[in-house]
């Protein structure tokens, strides 16, 4: 087999280490449960990346409305943080009523369909709980949020006139979550120390829905947050145990079980803000310095690992790069995405650890082609080689109508491999489809399944659609990134391939 696809000896030595250290886990399942003492730095990362994505999801979708009440979730949990507080409870207490329902941000952040009979994300109250503890905050922040909502079945049996004083939409999610509570239920609960505690937080979940009011916003909790997160992790390597264990991938991004409830039901996931500002910033940058690879194609001996592709434009006939593949494991700051949080991502999705299987960055200029209606299982030689596949899109440019963006078909990575000729979806096949467009901003990740039939038109602007695709499959098939050069070498010098892929689905005008 050619050596030129591994881990070469002038890789940097930073990407050489990241290369060459598995997770230690043996599901994506989060664990309490680590091999090693993370470091203080370790510890910070932690700590930056979980504040990053809990004012990430309020501030993407906090505005929405507060389902049945006049005010916007962001407003009903800051207010209900603000009545913790004058109510003379510790900032522990503030920031369990500031995150009490992110369960149902989360719900609206993956796109899923509303539940109680339209109120909300079903079972919010665990779904944020175990969000929370993930994340890393202390357990004492999960367990206030995880019984919010049996404090209000609580009062609705110990307190007659209780029910009649709730909101009409408290009245219609109290129907999904169980009902009063029995005598049984309520003895038992009164044994936990924490619930006058919880009884307290109900109070101010009630006093927190008044429109007129605007106490402090999200981010001036910033370093409370910070703090309380701190505090959770250095107990945690103390050897404490936590009821809420901490993800593994807290460090870069944990999708919520209403992500992976979604991904698995559409097959394709769009994540926000899982890379840090300074990332995105640079990403133009460095798409342009891996365009200046020096040239290397397929069909002659090169010494470089990397393969580049040039195509005439379909506005001017202008001669543009087409796309580079095969240069993460050689390029530290691509290497750095596509090792870390991509592969976290790709883990969690796949629930077990995942290894690159393909590297690739299309640059869609202007008048790029376009991409007929494909799978990627087809050009995977996925007969030969993994049984599926996961690809992250990591969006340099924006993809808007004009410029030729993906498009997907939600739910149809479930049929296996559909008719096709080439690797081309039967023309008869794809008109039975529906399309959805991913309008993308830089920095946004796309995860999408290798049987998941997607399509793109040619870029008509004038302006460039620059994306990267870096391509995963389950470790326990097998580390196959060399395997699949060599097989797409083997097979595009045969003749028997398309001009930049296996399948025949690129409808541009390859040099």
Not at 39 to 59: C, G, Y
Not at 431 to 460: I, Y
């Amino acid at each position: 087999m050619l050596s030129r696809f591994a881990i070469r000896a002038n890789t940097p030595a930073n990407l050489r280490a990241l290369l060459s250290t598995p997770r230690s886990f043996a599901s994506a399942v989060p664990s309490s449960t680590q091999s090693s003492a993370s470091t203080p730095a370790t510890i910070e990362s932690k700590v930056d990346s979980s504040v990053r994505r809990i004012l990430s999801i309020f501030d993407r979708v906090g505005d929405s409305d507060y389902i049945g009440e006049p005010m916007s979730i962001t407003q009903h949990s800051v207010q209900t943080a603000h009545a913790a507080a004058k109510g003379g409870e510790d900032m522990e207490a503030q920031l369990s009523c500031l995150l009490h329902d992110v369960g149902h941000l989360l719900g609206q952040e993956a796109g899923n369909p509303m539940g109680m009979d339209g109120c909300g994300t079903e079972d919010h109250e665990t779904v944020g709980a175990d969000f929370l503890g993930h994340l890393g905050f202390t357990d004492t922040v999960s367990y206030l949020a995880r019984h919010h909502v049996n404090a209000k079945r609580y009062l609705c049996a110990r307190e007659p006139n209780y029910y009649d004083q709730l909101t009409e939409a408290s009245k219609i999610t109290l129907k999904h979550q169980g009902g009063p509570m029995s005598e049984e239920e309520c003895q038992e609960i009164e044994k936990d120390p924490r619930w006058p505690l919880v009884l307290r937080m109900r109070t101010y979940d009630e006093a927190g829905k008044d429109p007129e009011m605007e106490p402090k916003q999200p981010h001036e909790y910033i370093e409370d947050m910070k703090a309380n997160l701190r505090q959770s992790l250095e107990a945690q390597e103390q050897g404490k145990e936590k009821m809420y264990p901490v993800s593994e991938f807290a460090s870069t991004y944990v999708l919520s079980s209403e992500q992976l409830e979604a991904w698995d039901r559409d097959g394709y996931l769009i994540v926000k803000d899982a890379l840090p500002k300074e990332t995105v910033a640079n990403l133009s940058r460095m798409a342009d310095d891996i365009a200046k690879l020096p040239k290397s194609d397929v069909h002659n001996d090169f010494p470089h690992p990397w393969l580049v592709h040039d195509e005439k434009s379909k506005i001017d006939g202008t001669l543009n790069i087409c796309r580079v593949e095969n240069y993460c494991k050689s390029n530290e700051e691509w290497g750095e995405i596509c090792f870390g949080v991509v592969r976290d991502l790709v883990s969690q999705a796949y629930r077990e650890e995942a290894v690159l299987f393909k590297d690739k960055l299309n640059y869609k200029g202007p008048g790029g082609g376009n991409f007929l209606c494909h799978q990627d299982a087809t050009a995977y030689a996925t007969e030969d080689l993994a049984t599926r596949h996961i690809s992250v899109m990591v969006a340099v440019d924006a993809a808007t109508k004009e410029n030729g963006p993906l498009q997907i078909t939600a739910g149809r990575h479930k049929e296996g491999i559909i008719k096709n000729e080439y690797g081309v979806v039967a023309p008869e096949v794809e008109a039975e489809m529906d399309f959805v467009e991913v309008l993308t901003q830089p920095g946004d990740l796309v995860l999408f399944d290798s049987f998941l039939p997607h399509r793109s038109d040619a870029n008509m602007s004038n302006g460039w659609r620059r994306l990267a695709y870096l391509t995963f499959n389950m470790k326990s098939e097998g580390d196959l990134h060399e395997r699949y050069y060599d097989k797409k070498i083997e097979v595009m010098r045969s003749g028997d391939a398309g001009s930049i892929s296996i399948n025949k689905d690129f409808g541009g005008d390859v040099v």
